[in-house]
């Protein structure tokens, strides 16, 4: 007989399936992911952590997994939600399996038929606590719902010190050295030092409990605040740290996280989505020029800024850069008067989009610009 595989929401719903990756139980918030393509790069973004990820393709783990994909040294999602898992892992740089590699990291997965009906669920009713019960830790539904209902929530959630390094190393510049970069690692991706890395930057990755002070004395060019897990609104440490880097008037340079970072800094609000934005299909238009740009997305908080035109900071006049097409939603800000801007989305998408990567080159030319 199949073993069997409940998925339990918060507000009691139900879906059963088969166990996929490791057996066992899971709490977290529950999401869904719309890419298509990029699976191994979403399980090892630790923007994800303690949330349980469900993916709205019906087919997962086609090209199994690799060495060079991952965004970090782990997979950090909480839990993982597939359609059909794919029965055998085809391409030629795989050295595994994505189902063998969730069991030998003790992530706990389902395979369920009604992926369509949860994500309908989530888009109407919000993204919610849930849990994934598996093995011998299936039990009476009516105990399931009330462990989800007992679990954190996302809000009040400070996770970025969670994932964050604990110690700070060095991403040497590809090619001529031209310029040195403190980032801030709030949950930092792999592939976002490289891209700075490929424009001659030598990234100096700190933790993200760093301080201003220790921001400057590395003389940085530039500074970069990263993605990150959590409600911004607990951050109170990067917003101290940000806003003696906008006093000294070094570029600044924050995408996702570092975005919701920047916009407390600047004195605005920061909300929770009701489900958020999560994939590599996410249109945003630049004000400025009026181009849009596809873009892959990973957050549930976004800033509450005016769009209607420039409004007055601490630093002098700002205005919201980007917005998203779909919901209106604050997609980046800059400030007017300073060398610093922000997007919420990420322009450093490995699997793709790759429309928005000449923002790491807009971030070269401040720091050149810093430096005459």
């Known amino acids: 007989m199949t073993e069997t595989a409940i998925l339990v929401l918060e507000d009691g719903r139900v879906f059963r399936g088969t166990p996929y990756g490791a057996v066992g139980e899971t709490l977290g918030e529950i999401v869904f992911n719309t890419g298509m393509t990029g699976y191994q790069e979403t399980l090892t973004d630790p ?114 010190k969670e994932v964050s390094t604990l110690e700070p190393y060095v991403v040497p510049a590809i090619g001529a050295k031209r310029f040195t970069v403190a980032a801030v690692d ?43 897990p959590g409600d911004p609104a607990t951050a ?33 609000g920061t909300y929770k989505l009701r489900f958020g934005h999560r994939g590599v299909n996410q249109p945003v238009q630049d004000r400025a020029t009026g181009r849009v740009a596809v873009s892959a997305h990973n957050h549930g908080f976004a800033v509450d800024a005016p769009t209607d035109g420039p409004f007055d900071t601490p630093y002098g006049r700002a205005e919201v850069s980007h917005v998203n097409l779909n919901d209106g939603c604050v997609e980046g800000l800059r400030l007017l008067e300073r060398p610093a801007f922000s997007v919420q989305y990420h322009p450093e998408a490995a699997a793709g989009p790759h429309d928005a990567t000449g923002l790491f080159d807009r971030f070269c030319d401040l720091m050149t610009k810093g430096a005459e």
């Open 47 to 160: 923007s994800y952590a303690r949330q349980i990820v469900a993916m709205t393709a019906p087919h997962v783990g086609n090209t199994g997994v690799n060495e060079e994909d991952p965004e970090s040294s782990r997979i950090q999602v909480a839990g993982y939600v597939v359609r059909e898992p794919a029965r055998v892992a085809s391409n030629w740089r795989a050295t595994g399996s994505l189902g063998s590699a969730l069991r030998d990291q003790g992530v706990v997965g389902i395979a369920i038929p009604g992926t369509r009906a949860l994500t309908r669920h989530l888009r109407d009713r919000g993204a919610m606590r849930a849990g994934i019960f598996s093995g011998p830790a299936v039990a009476d539904e009516r105990e399931l719902v009330a462990r989800v209902q007992a679990a954190p929530g996302m809000e009040g959630a400070d996770l970025a």
């Open 186 to 228: 709030l949950g930092i991706k792999a592939m976002t030092p490289h891209r700075l890395a490929e424009r001659g930057c030598e990234v100096h990755v700190l933790p993200a409990d760093v301080t201003a002070a220790d921001i400057l004395a590395l003389r940085p060019d530039g500074v970069f605040f990263s993605n990150g």
């Open 236 to 268: 109170d440490g990067a917003v101290a740290a940000l806003r003696g880097v906008l006093t000294a008037e070094v570029p600044f340079f924050g995408i996702c996280f570092g975005n919701q970072i920047f916009g407390r800094a600047l004195g605005l």
